[in-house]
């Protein structure tokens, strides 16, 4: 967490000079390119590129990849679900029928194997714009620049705040989790069964949603104190004039989102399966 309190981090890369509504056009281009595809080979070319831009944003390792490693995780735990529920799906999509695994009557196909990588490389593939825009935006710039292209100011400051909120919702999980063991509760592997620790971290939730609007009551009124929202406009004081690469960024993803668009209107999300 950096000293504004959020999940930026201050480095002197080429992203973090570009303005934050740049960088937000960016994600939207990439992900509209990520869904306008279904195709194992375009989702590893935006992960290796993703990855390149990673490099040059010069952001610790240390901070990139719990969340790349998280977003893994999930994507086995939901290509996981999606075998155990639809064995067969990928097999309806190809129209071809090839014997994974049986047991009994539950069958799982090679082609919904394939199928569940696809979908987990397409997830994964946005992972990276996304760490880009979330670790190299500072969320006043963000906000201003959301305000500047349109977006209300109230609307923008909110944006900021959530930004702002979320290493701070993250310490707080930490800190009740380390009240709960000091009264011993059990979340470590070998404290309890795996049973137990998940319920443990469900009495999470209480303690984290009671504290989270404590935080809201404070920040409001003291928004309200402050006239926040009184006025039609107001000024800020991060705000500077769009640059000569800001827009060529903003032309190449708009360029992007174009094509993702046509695409996904000319032919949608086609699936590609090698081995027919």
Known sequence: M??????????QSIFHGLDGSIKLLMLIAWTFLAFAFMDVRVFLAMILFGLFLLKLSKLPSKAVWPLLVFIFIFTLLNSGLLLLITPEFGSELTGTYSKAVGIGFYTITYETIFYCITLSLKYISIMPITILFLFTTHPSNFA???????????????????????????????????????????????????????????????????????????VSNAMDLRGFGKNKSRTWYHRR????????????????????????????????YPFH
């Open 144 to 218: 201003s620049s959301l305000n500047r292209i349109g977006v209300p100011y109230r609307v923008a400051y909110s944006v900021s705040i959530a930004l702002r909120y979320i290493p701070d919702v993250k310490a707080e999980v930490e800190n009740i989790i380390n009240a709960q063991e000091a009264r011993g509760v059990a979340f470590r592997k070998g404290d309890a069964g795996i049973g137990t620790r998940l319920r443990n971290y469900a009495t999470v939730m209480v303690p984290l949603l009671l504290s989270s609007f404590n935080r809201i009551e404070v």
């Open 241 to 272: 004039k769009y640059s000569k690469l800001d827009i060529t960024f903003a032309v190449a993803a708009g360029f992007v989102l174009v094509l993702a668009v046509a695409i996904k209107v000319s032919i949608g999300a086609v699936y590609w």
């Open 2 to 11: 950096s000293k504004s309190g959020s999940l930026y981090i201050e480095r």
